[in-house]
């Protein structure tokens, strides 16, 4: 029989994880190869055209437009600051009723229309800066464009998140895989920490790790109801990890009331009071991208990543990622070659796992992805 190939969830004590740090246009790289960064190290630099104002100067002088460029104090490619004089009519006499248009705006002139009579002014550029995101090692760098940052430590993937990166230490919350993060378990110095609950997280709380600005937490399972609430919308299939949220979720199991996995939980254990860095950004279709910690270890060798493989085999960890056991975790006890028919009516590949309740099932490969742990 062939060897069978999943996808997968890494639960590391130990990996080798490289990240894509790029700008969203072309600027300038800060960092060369193999220069150590901490996780806020800026490593690119890029610079958007700032806001381009409008001052209607033929307007506010009562002037026709083609007179605008002899008119304007300013020519272009000069320096303005708000509160210049743009431009000031000679008035009567020299002296009484003046029309004087002074401007809002600091920036550069960047032109003066004699067709429209207006002044256009481009403010100072805004900067765009891309950092480390974890604390490792440049491997690469992209010119003008960013770097791939290389770090070794343990990480943790999620089956959905949202939020965006965040770096804070790790607090576990909880005493055990088991128990649901409530209000009471958070705590005001927990502000800037990643907490670690267990089978949940309730509405309270994640109401309360928002507003006492809490950076991260990483449980089991949540309610959708509770996001719906948290969020105001539903978010549907689409990418997440853009929400205006304080506080980055990563969800291990589930939706509902899920323990976190033992081996997971036992992990973050050990990582309580360490730096980690944290990602709720999630794409279940094509070009997954999945929720994450990763925690760093003080020092990162020269190593080559440390792969897992993808190969399912009797004994192989997993998790099922379809009704109607979509969550759950399981081992693998068999691999049939023939083709099953499923409920739809089509002929697929299966497998058979025992679930960590003891139940034996038989499910489609499609539907489940490795747990890999090392």
Avoid: W
Wanted: with cysteine; charged share 20%; glycine share 12%.
């Amino acid at each position: 029989m062939g060897s069978a190939y999943t996808p997968g969830l890494t639960v590391s004590a130990d990996t080798v994880v490289d990240r894509l740090r790029r700008l969203p246009i072309k600027g300038e790289v800060l960092v060369k190869v193999g220069d150590p960064v901490e996780h806020d190290t800026i490593v690119a630099r890029a610079l958007l055209p700032g806001p381009l104002q409008t001052i209607r100067l033929s307007e506010k002088m009562g002037i026709d437009a083609k007179e605008s460029t002899q008119e304007c104090r300013f020519q272009v490619g000069e320096h303005v600051n708000a509160g210049d004089i743009i431009g000031e009519t000679k008035g009567l006499f020299g002296k009484y009723f003046k029309q004087t248009v002074i401007s809002e705006f600091t920036g550069e002139v960047e032109s003066i229309s004699e067709i429209t009579g207006n002044v256009l002014i481009r403010e100072a550029a805004i900067p765009v800066d891309m950092i480390a995101y974890v604390k490792g090692k440049v491997l690469e760098v992209l010119p003008e464009e960013g770097a791939i940052i290389q770090t070794r430590g343990a990480m943790v993937q999620g089956i959905f998140g949202i939020g965006g990166e965040r770096n804070g230490v790790i607090r576990i919350a909880v005493a055990d895989a088991s128990e649901v993060l409530d209000a009471q378990h958070i705590q005001e110095t927990d502000a800037g920490k990643i907490l670690v609950g267990g089978a949940g997280i309730t509405a309270e709380a994640l109401k309360k790790v928002n507003e006492i600005g809490v950076f991260g937490v990483v449980v089991g399972a949540v309610k959708d109801v509770d996001l719906i609430e948290l969020l105001g919308y539903d978010i549907g299939v689409a990418i997440t990890g853009q929400e205006d949220v304080a506080t980055t979720l990563v969800v291990t199991e589930g939706f509902g009331k899920l323990s976190m996995a033992g081996r997971t939980f036992k992990l973050l254990q050990g990582l309580e009071g360490h730096s980690a860095s944290l990602n709720g950004a999630t794409q279940i279709r094509a070009g997954v991208i999945r929720p994450e910690v990763i925690s760093p270890s003080d020092t990162v060798g020269d190593v080559a990543p440390v792969h897992s493989g993808n190969e399912l085999k009797v004994g192989t960890p997993i998790r099922v990622i379809r009704e109607p056991y979509f969550g759950q975790l399981a081992t693998v006890t068999g691999l049939p070659a023939q083709l099953q028919v499923v409920e739809s009516g089509a002929e697929v590949r299966v497998l058979e796992a025992k679930l960590d309740g003891g139940e034996v099932v038989c499910v489609p490969r499609a539907n489940v992805e490795i747990i890999a742990t090392s």
